[in-house]
């Protein structure tokens, strides 16, 4: 639900634009602009308004309803004209006819939202994570075959030019033999972050999934991009799945976690991310070969390869928009960038988190008090550092390891007892 990397990231991460493939489709269709509905225009569905908003003056799209609890203010709808507000999807969907409808609301909320829009035919742009559940994901992709509606699912590091690039790279040998994908996220969020809304943070909310962890939302996209530079994204795909879960935080989620996974080819990926760095930096994936290695910073659009012989090569890429990819499907015919089906892998990690025991919770001095930015606002908040986890996260990414391989005595090896279970060093 949250953006690529933080309050002011877009699909194309900070400092990036758009980058519309040649095939993006004609302006409108053949009658006009496209009727679109958004469902949730605040939080990150702010940044699917801005985007709309660019579409809509491209003439690609028209605003035709916005479904909220809460009504859209004037302001928030600057430069739309027309646009019809309801709490009620089904029926702004019935009165609208939009054509498509982007759905970024709470977690729990997405798969019958999804289902709402499908019933009525209209084709989806999803937010990650598609689902809360496995179990969902599955109601979810039979109700999508049985209306015959497209869904596209908000990973929008997959959009990136450079996943091509990396594909070429391997397939051609650059780096020889892939041993194994690591991936290291370390991001600084305030306790702020944790109270923007009642689920955030949560497991479960009111009976329902939620499942508002570091590894499922704002760092999901680690998960599901070393999976497509792997080419395992689908549910089959995965063979094994070892978890650790923390969190300093006073919540139920994972604030800090690192999981390993075993594709059906063989591969080892590894994930290690965090909201309690010691300072926020850039996200990547280090894809390890025998003959060099290809680093790639996903909310960037920048791969660095480095092998034996070679001066080090380092190349920006651009990136196609979700929601321009899912235009040009609906005009043309051309395939989905993130189709719901090859989110499938993504959704098996997600299960396991939702079924897994509660994290572990960690106590000072693992970790310490400091201040730091306010979420979406300006001036600080208080805030929680684990001391090191910075370099656990980096290393975590070079070795395959997990934290409780790398000496962190505060971690719990995977499949260990551990749960609420206090962790002091």
């Not at 290695?293 to 034996?308: N, P």
């Not at 996260?393 to 749960?419: I, R």
């Amino acid at each position: 639900m949250t953006a690529v990397d933080g309050a002011n990231a877009g699909p194309a991460g900070p400092g990036t634009v758009p980058d519309v493939r040649p095939d993006a489709g004609p302006a409108g269709g053949p009658d006009g602009p496209v009727p679109v509905v958004l469902a949730g225009g605040r939080g990150h569905g702010s940044w699917h308004l801005e985007n709309l908003r660019r579409l809509s003056a491209a003439g690609r799209v028209r605003l035709a309803g916005v479904c909220e609890l809460q009504p859209l203010a004037a302001e928030e709808l600057a430069g739309f004209d027309g646009v019809e507000q309801s709490p009620d999807l089904a029926g702004l969907l019935e009165r609208t006819g939009a054509r498509i409808t982007v759905v970024c609301t709470p977690i729990h909320t997405h798969t019958e939202l999804a289902l709402t829009a499908a019933r009525a035919g209209s084709h989806l742009l999803l937010e990650k994570p598609p689902t809360p559940s496995y179990e969902d994901f599955r109601r979810l992709t039979e109700g999508l075959a049985a209306a015959g509606t497209a869904c596209q699912i908000g990973f929008q590091s997959l959009g990136s030019h450079a996943l091509d690039a990396i594909a070429g790279l391997i397939g051609g040998g650059a780096v020889g033999r892939v041993r194994g994908i690591g991936g290291a996220g370390a991001w600084v969020r305030g306790e702020d972050y944790y109270t923007r809304a009642p689920w955030a943070g949560r497991r479960t909310l009111g009976g329902r999934d939620v499942v508002d962890g570091v590894l499922t939302n704002p760092l999901a996209h680690a998960v599901a991009t070393a999976l497509r530079i792997d080419g395992s994204d689908r549910a089959e795909d995965l063979a094994g799945i070892e978890l650790e879960q923390y969190r300093a935080h006073a919540i139920e989620a994972d604030d800090t976690s690192c999981l390993r996974l075993t594709t059906a080819r063989g591969t080892r990926i590894t994930v290690a991310v965090t909201l309690c760095a010691e300072r926020t930096a850039d996200p990547y994936l280090l894809v390890h070969g025998d003959r060099g290695r290809i680093t790639f910073w996903y909310t960037r659009d920048r791969v660095l390869v480095q092998r034996a012989g070679h001066a080090p090569e380092e190349r920006l890429y651009g990136r196609t928009d979700l929601l321009e990819d899912l235009l040009a499907h609906l005009a043309t015919g051309s395939p989905l960038l993130v189709p719901a089906h090859r989110t499938g892998a993504f959704t098996r990690v997600v299960e396991a988190v939702r079924t897994a025991p509660p994290p572990v919770r960690l106590t000072e001095p693992v970790w310490r008090r400091a201040d730091g930015p306010a979420w979406r606002s300006g001036g600080t908040a208080p805030r929680r550092v684990i001391s090191g986890v910075d370099e656990l996260v980096a290393a975590s990414a070079e070795t395959l390891s997990l934290f409780s391989e790398l000496g962190a005595d505060w971690a719990v090896p995977a499949g260990a007892p551990g749960g609420e279970e206090e962790r002091r060093p």
